[in-house]
């Protein structure tokens, strides 16, 4: 998978994997991220980063929900440096999304996964990711999911 580094257009190689025993105080004391990720420590964290740099790009908390065929996303965050209009990388929400996407799949849940989003991102996450609105819940599952893994993982279409 790649992201893009917005001031030269160069896609650069990334990897998400677990966040370690060791990512934790770096993420706790950095000024990186907004939200409290100590609050998550009990469920599957990932991490993304530059596959030649050891620097957390974003994070992704999600849990497993087997008795319903689906993965849900309790929190996501790129890293302050990769937001906005000035941000350094591109891609790194979708390639944590499409991920995840792939989790399910793994799974058998036929990419079903779903998220409970704050108001003001519901458009980002229907215009941009292709999520469906479910009650209170965003969700994305079948070809949906596996466009967002073409996207980002495999980077068909960039």
């Known amino acids: 998978m790649k992201v893009l580094h917005h001031k030269t257009g160069n896609l650069h190689e990334a990897v998400i994997e677990l966040v ?10 950095s000024n990186d991220f907004i939200f409290n990720w100590k609050k998550e420590k ?4 990932h991490k993304i980063r530059l596959k030649i740099e ?7 908390s999600i ?5 319903e065929y689906r993965i849900h996303i309790h929190l996501i965050e790129n890293s302050n440096s990769n937001k906005g209009k000035n941000k350094e990388h591109d891609y ?3 390639c944590l999304l499409a991920h995840t996407c792939e989790l399910a799949f793994d799974k058998e849940y ?7 989003p ?12 292709g999520f469906r609105e479910m009650g209170k819940y965003l969700y ?3 070809s949906n999911s596996e466009e967002l893994i073409k996207k980002y993982l495999e980077n068909e279409r960039l």
Request: glycine share 6%; no cysteine; aromatic share 8%.
């Open 20 to 29: 370690e025993d060791e990512d934790w105080e770096i993420i706790e004391q």
């Open 42 to 45: 009990n469920r599957i964290v």
């Open 54 to 60: 050891a620097k957390i790009l974003g994070l992704i």
């Open 63 to 67: 849990e497993d929900i087997p008795r």
């Open 92 to 94: 790194i929400a979708g």
């Open 110 to 116: 036929d990419g079903f996964v779903s998220l409970e």
């Open 118 to 129: 704050k108001t003001k991102l519901i458009p980002l996450y229907k215009e941009k990711y």
């Open 140 to 142: 994305t599952e079948l």
